[in-house]
T-cell receptor
């Protein structure tokens, strides 16, 4: 059973507009949620994270929103740039000493000039 | 500062063989995790090591094993390879092993089983 779900395999956005990537989870025990970006032939790169005690975290053009009651989080990229084109993974992990990440299957974002 | 390095980058094996993959974490990082990425299953956690001890293990058969050395370098081994083991194997390191600790990923080892 998939605990972290990204239901949109792909998303296409015009340069300068907002990109919204969504992620749902089923396990209420998750303490942290993270977003990673992955280019072909490279490992995932950390983008931004949010603790379960917060509902928003912002870093430059990237903002993550967490809705615990809906078990839903989203990543907003504003404004979108062609260099943002990549696969975005949502991940979650438990509190305490467990560092393993549970990943969604990813959403491929294409930002068109 | 050097990133996470993985060797080899590409590997071709045949069914029934075994393989050993290597991961060197970022200097000062004590936690190493391994993940398998396939088109169908996405990124799946294999195991996590911290200070030479396996702290956590994913839902993979016993053919998958790993270890961590005193210098934090890690290896993973897959015995009796099956076609379904063809995947990108990613290693990630972090300073500690707590939730929310940023994990830095290597470029991966692409394993093809024929």
């Amino acid at each position: 059973d998939q605990q972290v779900k990204q239901n949109s395999p792909s998303l296409s956005v015009q340069e300068g507009r907002i990109s919204i990537l969504n992620c749902d989870y089923t396990n209420s025990m998750f303490d942290y949620f993270l977003w990673y970006k992955k280019y072909p032939a490279e490992g995932p790169t950390f983008l931004i994270s949010i603790s379960s005690i917060k509902d928003k975290n912002e870093d430059g053009r990237f903002t993550v929103f967490l809705n615990k009651s809906a078990k839903h989080l989203s990543l907003h990229i504003v404004p979108s740039q062609p260099g943002d084109s990549a696969v975005y993974f949502c991940a979650a992990n438990y509190g305490g000493s467990q560092g393993n990440l549970i990943f969604g299957k990813g959403t491929k974002l294409s930002v068109k000039p | 500062k050097a990133g996470v390095t993985q060797t080899p980058r590409y590997l071709i094996k045949t069914r029934g063989q075994q393989v050993t993959l290597s991961c060197s974490p970022i200097s000062g990082h004590r936690s190493v995790s391994w993940y398998q990425q396939t088109p169908g299953q996405g990124l799946q956690f294999l195991f996590e090591y911290f200070s030479e001890t396996q702290r956590n293990k994913g839902n993979f058969p016993g053919r998958f094993s790993g270890r961590q050395f005193s210098n934090s370098r890690s290896e993973m081994n897959v015995s009796t390879l099956e076609l379904g083991d063809s995947a990108l194997y990613l290693c990630a390191s972090s300073k500690l092993a707590g939730a929310g600790d940023e994990q830095f990923f290597g470029p991966g080892t692409r394993l093809t089983v024929l």
